[in-house]
């Protein structure tokens, strides 16, 4: 529950036992003022009642209001879990707030508004709720002296303050009128609280949406990538078993076919030349091997070394794009695992990807530096640039890449300067390419 809310409902709770208490008090006091006075006549000829038992009103006011304070503790521990509960307590405020209201003459009915607050506090079904809260406002309506001395027998609070002079006359009813009216602004203040409540959580569900949205689409594209990734490993996986497996058994038997044929020569020219069909079909045999291998690993890194796909893929860009896309090599260049070789790739692509659509670039600088322990990458566009890096998807995905290669990434902008990715991965081999 808001802390808001929560304060603002127990200062109404203690104006309303101050409100009370005020009211019980002076209806107690007038009366044995006016039996001390030898006024009770001429106060009987006024009111045209008899008034309450002194005692009984204070005594029975302040224990109607205990028991509206026992039932707001346990509709406190109930939190909006328990509606049906929530709402039989509420109808018993509502008996209360009659006999509160009934001891202190009907003078005061401030306490069925602060029944009405309760209602949206503590019932959050919409149909129970509604129906609560018109039953508070009807008892609210009929609580009023003016309607209800028709019926009953009752000495009026104008009755009791008449009985004192001008000069306390005002101060009494100025008492009364102030609380009343605070009472009444605050419930107009805890409305106020309970609607930017409801529109801070109707911003904080709609951020949450939002955020959720993002994220299974976030899922959703991690999860193709997934898919693919294991499609990949299982077409390399063939690809390795056919290589190692069909690939060598030919080339071994290629290779002895060869000795075959020189121990054949001039044994035989029918001999020979089956043997030299043999290891035509053979050889035939072992180039579709190698073909087949190459079709299953169809990834561009895979059908090539990671610079030949890079090459490509400035190639291209340069071809069918406006920019002009440049690849730099530092160093030695030196074989990686497929996981460096495909991150790497990703990283080029995506990061020419954003240059392409953002930058209004007109140069793209792709760079690797190859060194003992590690490859640095770096693309750099002369962009315009921005004035922070706002981190999307892609950028995202670039970091969760490096991340899991033990690598370190940066992304640098400013307005007028372009943007710059940098990344540094550890490569595991360091074993040299060759030409």
């Known amino acids: 529950m808001d802390k808001s809310l929560s304060i603002v409902y127990n200062t109404i709770l203690l104006l309303n036992l101050i409100i009370v208490g005020f009211l019980s008090i002076v209806i107690f006091q007038t009366t044995y003022l006016i039996c001390e006075a030898d006024q009770a006549w001429n106060f009987l000829e006024q009111a045209r009642y008899l008034p309450h038992v002194p005692w009984h009103v204070p005594l029975y006011t302040l224990a109607g209001f205990l028991l509206l304070v026992i039932s707001g503790i346990f509709k406190w521990k109930l939190e909006g879990k328990r509606d049906g509960s929530a709402f039989i307590l509420i109808i018993i405020d509502i008996m209360l707030c009659f006999f509160i209201a009934y001891n202190l003459n009907f003078s005061y009915k401030g306490l069925f508004l602060f029944l009405g607050v309760g209602a949206f506090l503590f019932i959050g079904n919409g149909p129970l709720r509604y129906l609560t809260i018109a039953l508070v406002m009807i008892s609210y309506i009929f609580s009023d002296y003016d309607i209800i001395s028709v019926r009953l027998n009752l000495v009026s609070l104008q009755d009791y303050i008449s009985f004192y002079g001008s000069s306390l006359q005002i101060p009494l009813y100025s008492i009364k009128s102030t609380l009343e009216s605070l009472n009444f602004i605050l419930v107009i203040l805890f409305f106020q609280f309970l609607v930017q409540s409801k529109v801070r959580e109707n911003k904080e569900f709609i951020r949450l949406n939002n955020e959720l949205s993002d994220k299974l689409h976030q899922l959703e594209i991690l999860q193709e990538e997934l898919e693919k990734s294991a499609r990949l490993k299982e077409r390399n996986r063939l690809a390795h078993e056919i290589h190692d497996i069909l690939g060598h058994s030919l080339t071994s038997i290629s290779t002895g076919l060869e ?154 902008t400013a307005l007028g300067k372009g943007f710059t990715t940098k990344a540094v991965i550890p490569i595991r081999k360091g074993v040299k390419q060759d030409d």
């Open 259 to 412: 000795a075959c044929l020189e121990l054949a020569k001039g044994r035989g020219k029918e001999l020979y030349s089956r043997l030299e069909k043999i290891k035509q079909v053979t050889n035939r045999g072992l180039t579709d091997i190698r073909r087949s291998v190459r079709e299953l690993k169809s990834d561009a890194i895979e059908r090539s070394s990671l610079l030949t796909a890079l090459n490509d893929l400035v190639n291209d860009a340069n071809a069918i794009g406006h920019q002009n896309v440049n690849l730099i090599i530092i160093g030695n260049a030196v074989t990686l695992d497929d996981d460096e070789e495909q991150t790497v790739y990703r990283i080029v692509q995506e990061s020419m990807t954003n240059s392409f659509r953002h930058s209004r670039s007109t140069n793209i600088n792709i760079t690797l530096a190859y060194s003992e322990k590690q490859l640095a990458v770096t693309i750099a566009d002369d962009g315009e640039g921005c004035e922070m890096v706002n981190k999307h998807f892609g950028l995202v995905h670039i970091e969760e890449r490096i991340a899991f290669l033990a690598g370190s990434v940066t992304f640098e």
